[in-house]
Protein backbone atom coordinates (compact mmCIF):
# COMPACT_ATOMS: atom_id res chain seq x y z
CA UNK A 1 0.00 0.00 0.00
CA UNK A 2 1.17 3.25 -1.11
CA UNK A 3 1.48 6.39 2.03
CA UNK A 4 -1.45 8.44 0.14
CA UNK A 5 -3.83 5.17 0.13
CA UNK A 6 -2.61 4.49 3.80
CA UNK A 7 -3.10 8.27 5.02
CA UNK A 8 -6.45 8.46 3.15
CA UNK A 9 -7.56 5.29 4.00
CA UNK A 10 -6.84 6.66 7.97
CA UNK A 11 -8.88 9.57 6.87
CA UNK A 12 -11.64 8.20 5.59
CA UNK A 13 -12.64 5.34 8.38
CA UNK A 14 -11.55 7.80 11.29
CA UNK A 15 -13.48 10.46 9.78
CA UNK A 16 -10.81 12.75 9.97
CA UNK A 17 -11.37 16.87 8.05
CA UNK A 18 -7.79 16.61 6.74
CA UNK A 19 -4.96 14.71 6.05
CA UNK A 20 -2.71 16.48 8.21
CA UNK A 21 -4.88 14.89 10.89
CA UNK A 22 -4.26 11.66 9.46
CA UNK A 23 -0.80 11.80 9.24
CA UNK A 24 -0.90 12.94 12.82
CA UNK A 25 -2.58 9.85 13.92
CA UNK A 26 -0.41 7.59 12.22
CA UNK A 27 3.00 9.41 13.28
CA UNK A 28 1.41 9.56 16.92
CA UNK A 29 0.64 5.80 17.09
CA UNK A 30 3.63 4.55 15.40
CA UNK A 31 6.46 6.73 17.14
CA UNK A 32 4.59 4.70 20.28
CA UNK A 33 4.42 1.55 19.36
CA UNK A 34 7.99 1.56 18.33
CA UNK A 35 8.71 2.67 21.91
CA UNK A 36 6.87 -0.90 22.78
CA UNK A 37 8.53 -2.99 20.43
CA UNK A 38 12.36 -4.60 21.28
CA UNK A 39 15.37 -5.14 19.36
CA UNK A 40 14.86 -4.55 16.16
CA UNK A 41 10.86 -5.56 15.77
CA UNK A 42 10.38 -2.04 14.62
CA UNK A 43 12.70 -1.76 11.93
CA UNK A 44 11.44 -5.46 10.66
CA UNK A 45 8.09 -3.88 10.86
CA UNK A 46 9.10 -0.66 9.10
CA UNK A 47 10.80 -2.46 6.26
CA UNK A 48 7.12 -3.67 5.12
CA UNK A 49 5.56 -0.15 4.88
CA UNK A 50 6.12 2.89 2.61
CA UNK A 51 9.44 4.76 3.62
CA UNK A 52 7.33 8.16 4.94
CA UNK A 53 5.62 5.74 7.29
CA UNK A 54 9.13 3.84 8.32
CA UNK A 55 10.17 7.18 9.60
CA UNK A 56 7.66 7.48 12.42
CA UNK A 57 9.32 3.76 13.67
CA UNK A 58 12.94 4.99 13.82
CA UNK A 59 14.34 5.39 17.26
CA UNK A 60 17.52 4.86 18.90
CA UNK A 61 17.71 1.61 21.14
CA UNK A 62 17.47 3.30 24.79
CA UNK A 63 14.18 5.04 23.32
CA UNK A 64 12.89 1.16 22.52
CA UNK A 65 11.42 -1.57 24.72
CA UNK A 66 9.71 0.17 27.17
CA UNK A 67 7.07 -2.01 29.06
CA UNK A 68 3.84 -0.14 29.73
CA UNK A 69 0.06 -1.10 29.28
CA UNK A 70 -2.15 -0.38 27.01
CA UNK A 71 -3.62 2.10 28.77
CA UNK A 72 -0.63 3.88 28.83
CA UNK A 73 -0.36 3.30 25.21
CA UNK A 74 -3.00 5.20 24.47
CA UNK A 75 -2.59 7.94 26.88
CA UNK A 76 0.76 8.25 25.06
CA UNK A 77 -0.63 8.49 21.43
CA UNK A 78 -3.43 10.99 22.97
CA UNK A 79 -0.67 13.59 24.22
CA UNK A 80 1.16 12.98 20.71
CA UNK A 81 -1.79 13.30 18.68
CA UNK A 82 -3.35 16.13 21.06
CA UNK A 83 -6.89 14.55 20.77
CA UNK A 84 -8.73 13.49 24.18
CA UNK A 85 -8.24 9.65 25.24
CA UNK A 86 -11.62 8.46 23.45
CA UNK A 87 -10.30 9.76 20.21
CA UNK A 88 -6.79 9.16 20.14
CA UNK A 89 -7.59 5.48 21.09
CA UNK A 90 -10.39 5.04 18.13
CA UNK A 91 -7.81 6.91 15.82
CA UNK A 92 -4.89 4.13 16.98
CA UNK A 93 -6.81 1.29 16.41
CA UNK A 94 -7.90 2.14 13.02
CA UNK A 95 -3.87 2.92 12.24
CA UNK A 96 -2.35 -0.60 13.60
CA UNK A 97 -5.85 -2.18 11.76
CA UNK A 98 -4.68 -0.54 8.71
CA UNK A 99 -0.68 -1.92 9.72
CA UNK A 100 -2.36 -5.52 9.73
CA UNK A 101 -3.58 -4.93 6.63
CA UNK A 102 -0.64 -3.99 5.06
CA UNK A 103 2.21 -6.19 6.25
CA UNK A 104 2.88 -9.98 6.75
CA UNK A 105 0.91 -11.83 9.13
CA UNK A 106 4.36 -13.08 10.63
CA UNK A 107 5.53 -9.80 10.80
CA UNK A 108 1.95 -9.10 12.84
CA UNK A 109 2.77 -12.12 15.14
CA UNK A 110 6.36 -11.12 15.78
CA UNK A 111 4.92 -7.65 17.13
CA UNK A 112 2.58 -9.71 18.95
CA UNK A 113 5.28 -11.88 20.92
CA UNK A 114 7.03 -9.04 22.33
CA UNK A 115 3.87 -7.20 23.64
CA UNK A 116 1.25 -8.34 26.48
CA UNK A 117 -2.11 -10.07 25.37
CA UNK A 118 -4.35 -6.69 25.86
CA UNK A 119 -1.95 -5.93 23.01
CA UNK A 120 -2.46 -8.33 20.42
CA UNK A 121 -6.54 -7.41 20.08
CA UNK A 122 -5.36 -3.89 18.34
CA UNK A 123 -4.20 -6.09 15.35
CA UNK A 124 -7.27 -8.28 15.15
CA UNK A 125 -8.89 -7.32 11.87
CA UNK A 126 -11.99 -8.48 11.10
CA UNK A 127 -12.70 -6.78 7.93
CA UNK A 128 -11.66 -3.76 5.49
CA UNK A 129 -13.25 -0.95 8.47
CA UNK A 130 -14.31 -2.47 10.94
CA UNK A 131 -12.49 -2.71 14.30
CA UNK A 132 -12.99 -4.80 17.24
CA UNK A 133 -14.03 -2.36 20.53
CA UNK A 134 -13.78 0.66 18.37
CA UNK A 135 -14.27 3.43 21.08
CA UNK A 136 -13.49 1.78 24.16
CA UNK A 137 -10.80 2.85 26.32
CA UNK A 138 -9.16 -0.08 28.33
CA UNK A 139 -10.20 -0.31 31.78
CA UNK A 140 -8.14 1.14 34.70
CA UNK A 141 -9.42 -1.62 37.03
CA UNK A 142 -10.63 0.94 38.97
CA UNK A 143 -14.00 0.15 40.59
CA UNK A 144 -16.93 2.72 40.83
Known amino acids: MKYEEFIGKVRNRASL ?3 EQAILAARATLETLAERLEGH ?10 PELELYLQLTNEERGESFSLDEFFYRVSRREGVNLVDADYHARIVLALIAETVSMGEIEDMCSQLPP ?3 RLFDVQNEGEIPEIGEVAETGDEP
Open 17 to 19: ATP
Open 118 to 120: EFA
Open 41 to 50: EAEHLAAQLP
